[in-house]
């Protein structure tokens, strides 16, 4: 097995970045608790997450959400990040929030709505300009809840002429990113509703346009490492959504459901050429901490995946392919399982240290006093939530 | 196959409780969409579920949910039900609305959030001395979503000794009937999650306590038959909640995703002893028309369960006994088959007619007037909702 | 709604392949009960097949699976069923059954172990000449158990490899159709788990290649008709495998355990141009009659089949489009349900009877003593099953 | 979090039986993939238990399938295994392979079948009494595959007719064990398919009976952990059949597919009072070993058990109630993921040497020759497998 000082360097290439509306006020269809503190405006998200970041080193941009993080002047916006040491990420379209797209938006019968949904995406894409973005990633609440409703092919042929609209705005060294999702908020179909789906519609698309995973938009069971394999292999991976589930899109903490899983699927990521700056594969989270605290749950969050990459690297690959090729069923499996037991923790804490970060990152959040600080600063306004 | 004839004098005792809140806006995490024309107070509401009695024949009462329905003056609120042609039916209490219940309600740790989650069911118990109702029925959103948030086993202690000062208030011809549910607004766990629970829990109350069947609160795969069929063994199914789902608690029309497995369980509800007047099984209908309009919803609901009802009636019974016996596997399913293939609907038509009721409800209610006219009504106030 | 006469013309074009296997034995881990008039050999199996074709002209040909229907002459296996009133159908390969391929066939680390497999699939190709057979079907049980066992990436690698070889055999009116599989009999990772792998391949391969769609093969939840609605839509849908199932791949008769799921798969597979003479989609069964009688279990399966097209064909699909244009969700469901609800049975019945076959295959066959002649017939030898 | 020293002296109550059938050949339905040196006789069998416990001290006891493991003599049997360092445990049941048994055994619509299936038990418990056995372990197959098959309720009445008559006969330090599967060898219902119904089951049957929890026989999703807290606070966990899925009941080795989770269940049964001598609860494996070898997969399973006990003793329980009590989330959370992440390996290598065990038992294993002996010695005569 490699020592945590040969895989160290590979370390500082990690960059997970974070979703703005993760420091926003979410919850069920039963309820949605607010938290002291949540942030009133874009401005209030970014520093959030630029805390985290302070924090880890581990988190250098930020993710928009369009309407919910639109601003007058996003030169301010993108300044503001930068004097806080983020920058700003992915643009995420949002088409289910609106009256109109009860029932579909780039799929809707009504080529009014259609267009409609299209230029959201002209918007995004403007909005990209102005922030530097690289990515529109689009997930779509487009389907139905009953059969017949409407006709799963014409949407079909509809989703492609609407994408191929949108994608011939993408500029040069823009990419659009379309995401996948087994079911909710349709409940009979959704019109991407697997990798598949997607990887058809992104192929017909062009070079630019690639798949977005969820880890949490899956049908029990599936084995998502295979997946995010397979689209490495087939050159479409463009950016993960990372949260856990134990029945559905929980939408918890990456890691939080099942460790073992996240092992797994980072060990692909790495083995498929997909970590790292040269990857063209965005880390994201995308999660709701519903019940939790927001900031330490984004900092757990990355932590996690800080934790789990270590341990992927630390798989001695040259035994492992020795043990595959040798028919060693149970020796090939103790290959992996020894760096997944390997408690990573104290060795990334002294090398957070040497990089002047501190050891303990939820601890030094406890001790810093922001979460006092915002709670009696962001006091009156609306806070941030799915809505805005 | 016993004729239509024969059956229909057992389709006369057919009650499904409609719940007032179905007329009111739901949706999901994502949006809730208003709809024109809905309810702004549970007197409107009661109005729309006794249009659909009016038409339908089929649903003589309406649920009511505390605190959403909470009136001043529950004399009123009976009368004008009663005036309706409609009587009032099961108290659904609520402990997912509270902050104070973010991490729980009758099994929060702390002894305070407790009494007030129990001082709620008390107060729902008044309220059914008021309305004459028999049965509380407790849904509890209580749970976790993380492993080792909280104390799973001290949570069902905490449970079972708050049901207990729960069940202590039910009057003698009152019932507690306890809700179960697999996952969702928790996560990781939930205190209810199935049938085994809520039967554990009930049997230790006694006699007045049952279990309620939620169609849409099972795991994927989960043969609901059979618990009917086990529920009616041991005596302890008090109700039902009807809707369909093909992935999680989606809530849609009963019967919509899958009319054979409501086939299959009407039938064992009808061969178990639980349908009928003297049945002490309430047929209620939970469903969320989020983007079909609601009355239209909820008369679709009442006939979907109607015909099934029919088709299980149908059902040769002795044939089938003596298939079953003889240990012919496509003879006795075959049994089945004919019966839910046979279509009831025109027999069904006729049948309503000579009952004074409408042919075809759906289209008597299009040509009444009321949708047009409650739209034009209903304007100005709160729309009811999942949170009023 | 279209009347049955409207519709009658396009049943006669209804052709459905039958499974050697589903004549002999089969069963499960635990136990395969044995049956008494089982086939010993592929030319009683075939003698089978022909009487289902007999009593229900829904049967026309035979697929034949390697090395289980291998035989000296196949010519004379040809005659034989063309004696009958059959033809042979889709040549199955199989790489599942030999010790050398425990841990893989055309994706094992052992170039040696993948080139037996790619020669078995070469023989079979052989075997296609002589019997006429247009489609080589290949379906896999290549997978791993543990992570780790294996490369996941390699083997993707190494599959597109092997197909490419054996596909570049495939003469020029024969076609490689390509099974995917969620997971059994492995437990880890399957090499084909979904139809997107599948349609991968296929893509990569050339136009003579297509996906396989077995009904049983999908993860809790998945929307079949979906993907067959996209895989018709891509052109890449070869054939089905129809079957039905509650939990897992459970192999019933195909409309057993969700009628209603096959009603909308074939109504997708009518309105994407896969229905028909013409359509390039081959039908198949492949079923396990484990408990039930094989005979009659496939009469009942292509009745079934052919009782939910004449429902998936009376939909009226102008009053839909109307509806689903309108936005009418109730009203374009209930146009569905319509057709789905209609009993088609009589019929149906009628129709057989003017064309010369039995009103009730089913009584016919019990009437025809043909299982008294096999059961008496068939004694000694060795009865068919998945060994042979 | 306790130190390691903290914990050691509860590691030694740690007692694992071994299934004599986890060392014979077993598959799939598509394949059973025979190894070198399987065993001939259950005296074989238990030799290579017996190695498993001289290796890891963690497998005192092997349990007995009847009638696979049928002998003379079980006089002998005992004598050979206490020779050998290992006791006789649970006597299993047998009721799934012989022909009488295709449509169900104490369930079954025929009384002589029923009873056939009754006397099978009573020769089990007479086998106990002379191997010493405490618990009786049934596991039925008995279910339907089609809808209408036969009497779901009549088939639960007469399942309970038939335990009743089997418990009269257990001894009084005798128990009767009741296993729970929630599908397969049945396709649509199963007659014992969840721990409720095997828990209302035992309870009706009294003191003696207990439920079995196999950790492969539950719905996806299912929360496992909660089953075996409300399980022990009902008092009814009689024992464990562990074992490991990604998808059905797949009888991986335990801990292999998601080890976190069975960290979470042996935490519930420490919490419960179900881990130790005095607890009443027999951990036991029940898994197919199909293309791993037998012993090192055993040696496997038990070590898994072994480490990740010791990672739920090493849990900080006063930290994580304060946390939980505190409403602290993520606090309580990073309570338990210390334990789990904490690398327990090492001591446990040092603690076994200390204890006159081999650090490594897998390698202690590979280096002993026994493998190559019985693969020599072995040869000729019938391995065993599921069929004997």
């Known amino acids: 097995m490699p020592s945590f000082g040969d895989i160290a360097p590979r370390l500082t290439e990690q960059a997970i970045e974070l979703p703005s509306w993760a420091f926003g006020n979410s919850g069920t269809r039963f309820k949605v608790f607010g938290q002291a503190g949540v942030p009133r405006d874009p401005f209030e998200k970014i520093a959030d997450a630029a805390k985290v970041h302070e924090l880890t080193g581990l988190a250098p941009t930020v993710a928009l959400h369009i309407p919910w993080d639109k601003v007058d002047d996003y030169a301010a916006l993108r300044s503001h990040a930068e004097s806080l040491g983020v920058g700003l990420g992915t643009i995420n379209s949002n088409t289910f929030q609106d009256d109109d797209y009860k029932l579909g938006s780039v799929t809707h019968a009504d080529p009014k709505v259609r267009q409609k949904a299209i230029d959201h ?6 909005i990209m300009g102005e922030t530097g973005s690289r990515d529109l990633k689009i997930w779509l609440a487009d389907g139905t809840n009953y059969p017949g409703q409407d006709d799963i092919r014409a949407r079909q042929d509809r989703l492609a002429d609407s994408l191929a609209k949108i994608y011939e705005r993408i500029g040069e060294h823009q990419r659009l990113v379309l995401e996948y999702k087994f079911f909710e908020p349709a409940f009979y179909h959704t019109d991407v509703p697997d990798w598949g789906t997607s990887y058809a519609h992104v192929a017909a698309l062009g070079d630019r346009a690639f798949v977005c995973l969820d880890t949490g ?13 397979q689209l490495l292999r087939l050159g479409k991976l463009g950016s993960f959504d990372f949260n856990s589930r134990f029945y559905a899109d929980d939408d918890l903490i990456v890691g939080a459901a099942d460790p073992f899983q996240l092992f797994r699927i980072i060990l692909e990521v790495v083995r498929g050429g997909g970590y790292g700056a040269d990857s063209g594969v965005a880390f994201m ?3 709701c901490h519903n019940i939790e605290k927001k900031i330490p749950g984004q900092i ?12 992927a690297l630390l798989v001695d690959r040259d035994a492992l392919t020795a043990a595959q090729n040798a028919g060693d069923v149970l020796g090939a499996n103790e290959v992996l399982m020894d760096a997944f037991y390997t408690d990573v923790r104290p060795a990334l804490a002294e090398w957070r240290e040497s990089r002047g970060l501190p050891a303990n990152p939820l601890r030094a959040y406890a001790e810093s006093g922001y ?7 962001r006091v009156g306004g609306d806070q941030a939530g799915w809505g805005a």
Chains 1, 2, 3, 4 share one sequence.
């Open 300 to 311: 757990r969050s990355v932590l996690n995946v800080q934790e789990m990459t270590a341990r």
């Open 121 to 126: 995406h002209f918007e995004c894409i403007d």
């Open 371 to 377: 979460q006092e600080k915002i709670e009696a600063d």
């Open 285 to 287: 989270l995308d999660q």
């Open 217 to 229: 938009h899956h049908a029990p069971g599936t084995n998502i490492e295979f997946i995010v394999a």
